[in-house]
């Protein structure tokens, strides 16, 4: 028996659970907190299955999969065979879990069987169960639980804030028990004839704050099981994967499939109900502009839909005024979205949260990139406003203008960086050191060149402003001029990661440099030496490019952001390495993300050890990384635009 979650993922709800599909409560001991949650709250803190007062064990365990199936039998030893077998199966939908159990008497007597569910809701923010351990205060918070004719009702009151969880059964218990705990027992007192076999269905309908659809709970998890099946052969239909490469083609075919559980529900600019990729789950399961925007870019030669639905959904939330414990700031792309309690009641940031200084420049990305992949200007007419607001943003409070650079500062109550590399230590020298002061990180002028370009190229071509797209373009021209004068090394032939509050280069050799080639921010020589360089022995670990070059003090393999290798910044170097004609440089990049999704069951994780693959075979799963991630779900399509199916 391992401690490891299965997870299941539909929508914005999710699973996790045990081998035998029990969730066991707590904070969990590994990378995903066990329970079923909906909109940032756990709905299940406990789902126990105990046949006469016993834990089976599995004889099958979960196997992972769209729906959760296990086969379990009481204990006992090689000379008494179990008297029954247990076959479970569950899946989610929106807003819902469902299991069925069917029992199975092995013996040619008629038998009695006691089973139980032990089922609880604690409602705790997910916030609570991260791993900094924080704790908050709920003044007034009051938890109830109503016994019903087939089954009970949790409810959690904090004031105005009110959500549910309500558990049926289909037939309805025999009994609902106290267990002394908050939990209850729903119970059932089974008669199988010889050989005969029961079942019961289990029903789960969350109904967190605020919702306001009127959801219902499937009668199977053969039926949600078969309504995610069918979204994701929507998003599967009609792309064209290559023929002379199966490996490619089967890890474009599961993340395509990926993507289409991981669409959760948004709002547009006049209240239009949208579906947009969230970040990942299990821990952001819920709209990040950054992911979603390179979400919505990898995938947009093959399926538009996404982009404009999150080209929208940003427009909708892009910030109108400014607020400081947000970091808003008028035409800001908002960073996260959050639903849950502590966002509701102000006791983190992240309700509507924009600290990012790079989501702006990718949604004029994507919003140039989409007008010009499509042909569909309407949206971009639409969008004008949104979009001039974004590029003032840029230019105003983004620093462009005062600073010639996009810069951020340290959010004591946020994120310490707002680039990609976000976790506390990401942008650093090469011994290790942070930066003081505001932070000018490459990247993100890399993007910001790309979205003056794009966005000059709309104001010609489709806003029919000639006079803003000069300004613009000039302004693109100045930034590469200046970029290449102050964040060059020479010594290293390598760009800098980022610009310390004096200006001074830190000088750490990292992937962002990449990003460089896929915006086009370098001249050809220049982006020619990086993109050889990044093929190194140091920064190529052969399941691809390193976030941080091996050598650096500041270097580990099991660091977020400072060893790793992620699959979205390789598909974005993939990207960059074609765009500059290094064309078997990219081909290398593809074969090696290619080869550790096929080690893995054709699925990209969010992020993977920096070990070589020299050493070790097998890719080493980062400890903590998102099981199913949007960006590295897209990702083998960008390598499939990258290099087609070489």
């Known amino acids: 028996m ?23 409560g707590g904070r969990g001991t590994g990378a995903c907190p066990p329970g079923l949650f909906v909109r940032d709250a756990r709905h299940l803190s406990r789902w126990q299955l105990t046949v006469d007062g016993a834990v089976p064990e599995p004889l099958a365990p979960v196997a992972d999969g769209d ?8 204990r006992g030893g090689r000379t008494e065979p179990p008297p029954c077998t247990l076959f479970r199966e569950q899946a989610v939908g929106d807003g819902s879990f469902v299991e069925s159990l069917r029992v199975t008497n092995n013996c040619p007597v008629a038998t009695t069987v006691r089973l139980a569910v032990t089922a609880d809701a604690d409602f705790t923010d997910q916030f609570e169960l991260r791993a900094d351990h924080r704790t908050y205060t709920k003044a007034g918070a009051v938890r109830a639980r109503e016994v019903l004719d087939d089954g009970v009702e949790f409810t959690y009151r904090r004031g105005a804030w009110l959500s549910r969880t309500t558990v049926t059964a289909e037939p309805a218990p025999d009994g609902v028990e106290e267990t002394g705990t908050g939990a209850r027992r729903l119970v059932w007192t089974l008669d199988l004839a010889p050989h005969g076999s029961a079942e019961l269905v289990l029903r789960v309908m969350a109904r967190p704050h605020g919702e306001k659809r009127a959801l219902r709970v499937p009668r199977s998890p ?20 290559p023929t002379g490469w199966p490996e490619l083609a089967a890890a474009c075919a599961r993340g395509l499939a990926d993507l289409a559980a991981l669409q959760v529900p948004a709002t547009g600019p006049d209240g239009e109900e949208l579906r947009v990729p969230a970040a990942g789950a299990p821990w952001f399961l819920t709209l990040l502009g950054r992911d979603a925007l390179l979400t919505s870019l990898f995938t947009l030669p093959y399926r538009p839909q996404p982009a404009a639905a999150t080209l929208l959904a940003l427009a909708a939330a892009q910030a109108t005024g400014t607020g400081r414990e947000a970091v808003a700031q008028p035409g800001k792309i908002v960073h ?77 109550g946020g994120l310490a960086n707002q680039n990609w590399k976000d976790s506390p230590g990401a942008i650093c020298s090469a011994d290790g050191s942070r930066p003081s002061g505001a932070v000018m990180a490459a990247g993100a002028q890399g993007y910001a060149y790309d979205a003056l370009r794009r966005t000059a190229w709309l104001a010609r071509t489709v806003w029919d402003d000639g006079t803003y797209g000069a300004l613009l373009a000039q302004a693109a021209a100045d930034l590469r001029d200046r970029f290449q004068r102050d964040f060059w090394m020479p010594r290293r032939s390598f760009p800098a990661l980022a610009l310390d509050g004096t200006g001074r280069p830190v000088d750490a050799l990292a992937s962002d440099a990449g990003h ?20 190194e022995e140091d920064f190529f670990s052969g399941w691809g490019v390193r976030t941080l070059a091996a050598g650096q003090p500041a270097y580990h393999p099991l660091s977020y952001h400072r060893g790793s290798v992620w699959p979205h910044d390789n598909a974005l170097i993939a990207l960059g390495l074609a765009r500059y004609g290094l064309h078997d440089e990219a081909r290398t990049v593809a074969h090696a993300l290619v080869d550790a999704a096929t080690a893995t069951g054709h699925r990209l994780p969010e992020v993977l050890a920096g070990y070589g693959r020299d050493t070790h075979p097998e890719p080493v799963p980062y400890p903590y990384a998102c099981v199913r991630e949007s960006r590295s779900a897209a990702a ?9 199916g070489a």
């Open 2 to 24: 391992t401690d490891r979650h299965h997870l299941l993922v539909y929508g914005g709800t999710f699973a996790a659970g045990d081998d035998r599909g029990d969730i066991g």
């Open 67 to 74: 729906a959760a199936r296990c086969v379990l039998v009481p």
């Open 222 to 241: 053969a039926a949600l099981t078969e309504q995610l099946l069918a979204a994701e052969g929507r998003f599967v239909e009609g792309v064209a994967f």
């Open 336 to 412: 996260e979205v959050r639903h849950g309690e502590l966002a509701h009641f102000g006791q983190v940031p992240y309700g509507r949260y924009y600290g990012s200084v790079d989501a702006t420049p990718l949604f004029l990305v994507l919003l140039g990139a989409y007008t010009e992949q499509t042909g569909d200007t309407a949206l971009a007419r639409r969008l004008e406003p949104h979009a001039r607001a974004a590029v003032g943003w840029m230019l105003d409070h983004g620093g462009l203008t005062s600073r010639g650079y996009l810069v951020y500062c340290a959010d004591r």
């Open 516 to 535: 460089l080639l896929w915006s086009g921010l370098l001249d050809k020589e220049y982006g020619e030496l990086v993109g050889r360089r990044l093929l």
């Open 636 to 644: 083998p399509l960008a390598l499939l635009t990258a290099v087609g």
